[in-house]
């Protein structure tokens, strides 16, 4: 069996294979094994360049150091080092992500080391799914697509939670595999499932109609109670966390951010999920200039693959499966709050899936319809060029029509494959390069949205102004509780994050979250755990936060600007 047989192959032996020889067999499988290890290896080096110097999100990174030094803060994802107030999302991300600080003590490398795991086994994970479905050339294709995908490696280098989303669902999308092909139970699924929605929460359920619609469409046996299995699993792992938070008494756990009520179901259900679609703009946003660059690339392939395969092959089930999970997704964001281009991301499995199994069908058809692989190539270039980006447009141009000459001329299998090959060249080029800026400019990307360039600016770094005002509320503070309280998460973020500091951030990330109280406020200055705030005087208050820096600036010492020493209150 020579390799291209091997890579070209169905993943499962037919007849004729029991005669070839075991050593040429394992041969192909050793070279697939290769390059399998040179993609992973590809983008761990792609994905890790630059870790070091790549700014941390502030506040996710304030989180991660809190939940390093506290297992209270650890569970219910305390965002300053007291565990006082929760972040804004169930915090399922961040735990793999403290506990390398925990181990390896905190750096912008240390913080960003999981995520890069993340996306790497994505890669890999995706591969074997897409083996089981299509072939080895497929995985391989779909491993090498997703590890060129720009925004991936944008993310990579982040602590944004997509990384982990996707990783998870990856690897649910490979058990409803094994259950439809194999007739196995559907539960790993939603398991896998119930675990992604830690990360990400309702967002993770939207591969749930996917999973469902081409269950019953493509399972050898529909099994409806194994259906009503994963369906009472999906609820039951996705809730672990919103239970213990609710079993919890209010004193021992953080104030739960982004709620009037303290309640996780509040944060879960309302703030991250029933909000999302209030106004939305997410078409615009979903087509604008800086997410389509991110992912758009392959859509004419994909679209393709998902109606050629549907009608020619007897593989319908992994093309079905894909192609909701691209259209659902779509339309989700379409439909809601389209916040950040990094969202897209978890379309990116299903893109290099398609694309993988699509450039091998258009291959494996060529003797039937040699115009067909000319013409993919030809759409995607155009495609390509037509979208909002101004590099490799001769690139493109020059690649694209050498290949097509070169296939429509072949006569031979190894002329086509060079044509294939020089093609394949004229697809990925201009996503490579993309993904490879990331690399270019990471120490100026913008943490909070890595897809978006920043100017050149690390905005982590403690500040003159910032050690000054340590140096001077630590001096004073003795063995309070709290150093400072601010207003908002914004302005503790950093004195967190970077100096470990206990700050008091009232009103939680958008400043607006009714914690603390005028009571808890008052009590903790009376009681000599805080001793400091700082804030801007708003007359009148329009969120707690401001009523309490209002309260300090009326019956507390004016020391600095915006400083109120509240010592005797």
Known sequence: MSFGRALTSSPVLSPDDATVPIPVATRGLVWIRVALAAIGLLAGVIYAWGITVRPVHNYYASAVRSMAGSWRAFVFGGFDPQGSI?????????????????AFGFHDWSVALPSVLEAVLTVVVLYKVVRRWAGPAAGLLAALVMALTPIAAALAKAQIADTLLTLLLVCAAGAWQKSVLDDKPLWPCAVWVGLAFHVKMVQAWLVLPVFVIAYLLFARRRRIGRLVVAGVVTVA????????????????????DATTDNSPLSMVLGYNAASRFRGGNGWRDLLSEHTFVQIGWMYPICLLAVLLGLRWTRERAGYAMWGLWLAVHMLAFGFGQFRHAYYVIVLAPAVAALTGAGLVLFWRERARRPWLLPMVLLATAGWALVLPHRSLTAAITVLTMIAVLTLLAARTWRLAAVGAVIGLVAVLITPAAWTLSTDAKVSRANAANPAVDAKPRKPHLLSKEDRELLDFVLGGSGNARYVLAVEGAGPAATLISQAGAS???????????????????????????LRYVRGKVEKPARTTAQSNVDWAAEHCRLVRPTLYDCAGQ
């Open 237 to 256: 792992v996705s809730s672990v966390w919103v239970v213990i938070t609710l079993l919890t008494p209010a004193a021992d756990r953080p104030y739960i």
């Open 86 to 102: 929760s972040i804004d999302k169930i915090p399922g991300a961040f735990w793999l992500q403290a506990l390398s600080v925990k």
């Open 503 to 529: 700050v008091l951030p009232m009103g939680g990330f958008s400043a607006k979250t009714p914690f603390p109280t005028a009571g808890q406020f008052r009590a903790l200055i009376a009681s000599g755990q």
